[in-house]
């Protein structure tokens, strides 16, 4: 992923043409999608906010929620049929797609989940399991970082905890200036969790953190846990596929799971889970038992009983609708990452504050700086301003309490999470700049919202 | 539940002539013929689709709402997430407490399906066991006809984590209540032999295949009597279906599918947990930050998915009640329905049923002609496929294995299901299919490639 940020000279809310392209009569290639039939694929989404949180729920086009329509009507009209003659096949072309986006070597190590929620439960079940049949020590250890997913954390506490295993936290600096920062940090809590003769069994590590939003070394950190002895590997990519580059020989974890509902234009909701092949991953198995169970954990999760599976059978409808793009999902994810940069150090200029990261440090989102005059002190802040940005400005945009540390006078606590995606527009971003002005001109604190 | 012969039957029990709106007094017309047939038009005209036990159905107006939430949803989902989500299900848990008679919100989680309840179950089981609240060959007993999902489950959570189970041995056909609860008995006293304990009894509420109604009220009384720690209902084919009354039945846990009997789109059901002391253990196995808020703050959010199955309960409580009766009306109806067309197939066939009206609700066994030569699984599902593919009739069938010393028996079931949407031609169809077949001399092994 390029880090350049220069301005794109074309720049007009999104840089797909807005010229649409002429079909080439004489040649096979058919014409890219064009600004306005994107416009209309996304004209559902509720014009008077400026929606520019991609990154919490994601889209889906009309046509793809059309398309879904027509499996959900198929299954009502015949589900015997549909069941023993559609969803198997369905499923098995999804996961071979989804196989060739990722660069996985084996069908069998691509399973489809609901969600990367879903997708950790599985991989802690299965540690669980390892301490409760005597397999791993009580205290090994799992190592996490500080800014991991609340439902993560809480995934391992409920499993890893639980189960008599150890956490320990990576604790990242926030802003941060370089991926060395991360680097070092890592190796100190492994070296922690190696202490007294300790195993370390498994390492999480968020490609794409959520809550600040930062892109984390995976590749260096993998190399780094393989290096030090630990068990196992787990990314979670919950923003993987369309956000960033997403290659398991590369990454070269175990595990990895990335959703598709949030930058790969599928409806809610599906993610896939990556397991390595390894005698490891023999013993994974969905939480939820079916007939299915102990037909390895990509036939389980396709049988998880009676509910609707059409999330995950119209991948294909998917990979043709990015493929309208140019450079496909690649030119998606270079233009997202041009214009969420170009937008951030705009939004940041107009405010005098700063990014949350360097810009070869986020893919389509990024953590800007929110004036410090607003006052925003807790977390409890951050949400009754960004309720505020909703209902006041209609703004829909995630923000995160920076504490101050010791002997930081005056800084900036509070940064908004901007995404940037195909449908987005450089007004979306004026009308949130002109927002924060308005309410930093009229004198306005985060103490006012509290009554 | 009566079986007496409906006069006015005619594929559907409710009136095919449209009652006028009664202007004179303030209550809604009843739903007529017209509009029913309407509402499930979406179904495939050519099949004669007597297996609603399966997969259910979903009426085209709730299909609309569910299409409404989604959409909702899609244009502006944070929006959505904070102010309609929780409220949302919220309601559909209130008017679910409401149908089933539990006492306490609390008790009421909403999950995709009864494969899940039971994995929520059975994962606390296993808990129990890895923590030492539990011993070693402490045991659970099962019916030997539970639903294959959750036999996988008892293996995957109980066996797995050190538990012993005890299959329940029932008979089919079956003739009397008294048969189920006596085999009950002697399961209960095995699985107490040398000291154990009984951890939890897993029993179906109505079997899937073969299909009967146990008689769980009795059975979880004898439960209480014999000291089981915990019963765990299965009611896949619950709601819609059967009486179902918490405070009646009495288990700790219930579950039933909403989208089998009771209309709502794929999926949903609900799990019930009796308020006690051990309930506040139970987990979704999916975790989130909810986790530690009660099993049905825990289960309403599992991460970004789409809950509208979940939100469109209210509208289903609506299109319900346009029935005459509402739910209850329906389900009266199709029992008798399904035993009308049960004995009718069972004498033109010359076979008989597999159980006594009194032990079905909305499904019923009927025993296909011996010279079909039902001989084992494989048959039954290469003959489903047959009368699917050759004949438009969409039915699933059991096998019935001979008994030592039986010969030339009923070795084949076929499970049919009535619903609303059901036409006693679905039933002639399948009747004509099957007396083809035998006229053409036709055996299973025909179809073994």
Not at 37 to 49: G, K, L, M, R, S
Not at 127 to 139: L, V
Not at 423 to 440: G, P, S, T
Request: hydrophobic share 40%.
């Amino acid at each position: 992923m390029g880090s350049q940020s220069h301005p794109h000279p074309h720049l007009n809310g999104d840089s797909n043409t807005h010229i649409p392209k002429k079909p080439k009569l004489s040649s096979l290639s058919t014409s890219l999608i064009t600004e306005a039939e994107i416009q209309n694929e996304f004209n559902h989404h509720d014009p008077t906010v400026a929606r520019i949180n991609n990154g919490s729920f994601g889209c889906c086009p009309l046509s793809i929620i059309q398309s879904q329509q027509q499996l959900q009507l198929e299954f009502l009209r015949q589900p015997d049929h549909f069941y023993f003659s559609e969803l198997k096949p369905g499923i098995l072309k999804s996961r071979i797609l989804l196989q060739r986006l990722i660069n996985a070597h084996h069908l069998d190590e691509i399973s489809i989940v609901d969600n990367a929620t879903t997708a950790a439960a599985i991989v802690l079940q299965n540690i669980a399991w390892s301490f409760a049949e005597g397999k791993f020590n009580h205290g090994d250890v799992a190592i996490m970082l500080h800014y991991a997913y609340g439902a993560v954390k809480k995934s391992i506490e409920a499993y890893v905890t639980r189960a008599g295993g150890h956490v320990i936290e990576v604790y990242l600096p926030f802003p941060v200036n370089s991926k060395d920062e991360i680097v070092f940090e890592f190796r100190k809590a492994l070296e922690k969790g190696k202490e007294n003769g300790k195993k370390v069994r498994l390492a999480v590590i968020d490609h794409i953190t959520s809550m600040p939003s930062v892109v984390i070394p995976v590749k260096e950190l993998v190399r780094i846990c393989r290096e030090e002895g630990v068990d196992q590997v787990f990314v979670d990519a919950a923003h993987g596929i369309g956000c960033t580059d997403v290659d398991m020989q590369d990454i070269g974890a175990d595990f990895y799971t990335s959703n598709l509902h949030k930058w790969f234009f599928c409806p809610p909701s599906i993610a896939f889970l990556y397991c390595r092949k390894s005698p490891g991953c023999l013993d994974l198995h969905h939480p939820v038992v079916s007939h299915e169970y102990g037909n390895g954990l990509a036939v389980e999760s396709a049988w998880i009983g009676t509910r609707d599976y059409s999330a995950q059978l119209v991948v294909p409808k998917v990979f043709e609708f990015v493929n309208r793009f140019e450079g496909g999902i690649e030119g998606i994810k270079k233009r997202n990452h041009e214009n969420v940069v170009e937008m951030g150090q705009m939004l940041a200029k107009a405010w005098e504050t700063n990014l949350g990261c360097p810009p070869e440090m986020c893919a389509s989102m990024i953590m800007v700086g929110l004036p410090a005059c607003l006052g925003i002190s807790s977390d409890s802040d951050t949400l009754k301003l960004r309720t505020h940005l909703r209902e006041k400005f209609g703004v829909e945009v995630p923000i995160y309490y920076r504490a101050p540390k010791d002997g930081e006078f005056d800084v900036v606590t509070g940064y908004a999470r901007i995404s940037y995606q195909v449908y987005n527009k450089v007004e979306d971003y004026h009308k949130f700049r002109d927002a924060i002005n308005q309410l930093v001109g009229d004198g306005f604190t985060c103490a006012l919202l509290y009554n």
